[in-house]
């Protein structure tokens, strides 16, 4: 069975600052989705990034980026310049490619923006 | 308009009640979703339908019975509620199709309070 562990239960970050987002994951698999989702304390749950396991480019979206190492199965989320507003609840998740549709979820990494 | 809409935000209710979620999607999916989200954070998934047919059902109490009247809808009833039930319940949607980017887009979820 698929396991998803993001190791860092919280984080802390400078405005403005880079900070990285742990996230390793177990599969016997070849071909999957992996997910970063963003929890703020609004609680909706919003897709920050995603990445397609038979790409070797790293998926980017503005300040967001990925660092998908397939061989080590690890995937981080890279947040530069970070802001007040990235606060929040950060989880990795992985989909297979065939199966149940089923998404498997990380503990969640929570990260803080100091101003 | 929103696209996965559950309704009621919150709910507050006494041990031993009957109570339903209810969870409507207009993104055209294909598959949905019932996950619970702990007091810790943790997202684990519940049930999950494809075409209105039941696919995924991990072990979760009996008490609990969900029920797809069509592909947009996903409602979820509990029976007899326990103070363990307080919760965030999320419902999501995504496309099973090999074309489609697979995200899984969430709703605003539910927090259950038994007292």
């Known amino acids: 069975a698929q396991t998803v562990t993001q190791s860092q239960p919280e984080m802390s970050v400078q405005e403005a600052e880079t900070v990285t987002l742990s996230c390793t994951y177990d599969?016997?698999?070849?071909?999957?989705?992996l997910f970063w989702y963003k929890q703020p304390p609004s609680r909706q749950m919003i897709l920050v990034i995603r990445q397609e396991a038979y790409k070797q480019q790293n998926a980017t979206e503005n300040r967001f980026s990925v660092n998908f190492q397939k061989a080590a199965k690890s995937f981080s989320l890279k947040i530069s310049d970070s802001q007040l507003g990235d606060a929040a609840m950060y989880f990795c998740a992985y989909r297979s490619v065939s199966g149940t549709y089923k998404y498997i979820f990380g503990t969640g990494t929570r990260l803080k923006v100091l101003a | 308009d929103t696209a996965v809409s559950q309704t009621p935000k919150y709910l507050v209710t006494q041990m031993g009640n009957d109570k339903s979620i209810k969870c409507e999607q207009n993104?055209?999916?294909?598959?949905m979703y019932w996950y619970k989200q702990d007091s810790k954070k943790f997202l684990k998934i519940m049930f999950s339908?494809?075409?209105?047919?039941?696919?995924i059902n991990e072990t979760v109490p009996n008490r609990f019975s969900p029920k797809s009247p069509d592909k947009a809808h996903l409602n979820l009833h509990i029976n007899s509620l326990e103070l363990g039930d307080s919760a965030v319940y999320f419902c999501?949607?995504?496309?099973?199709?090999?074309?489609?980017?697979?995200?899984?887009?969430f709703g605003a979820g539910t927090r259950l309070s038994v007292l």
């Open positions: 993104l055209g999916h294909d598959t």
């Open positions: 999501a949607s995504s496309h099973s199709g090999s074309l489609a980017k697979n995200i899984q887009y």
């Open positions: 599969t016997s698999e070849s071909d999957y989705y």
């Open positions: 339908y494809n075409n209105k047919e039941l696919i």
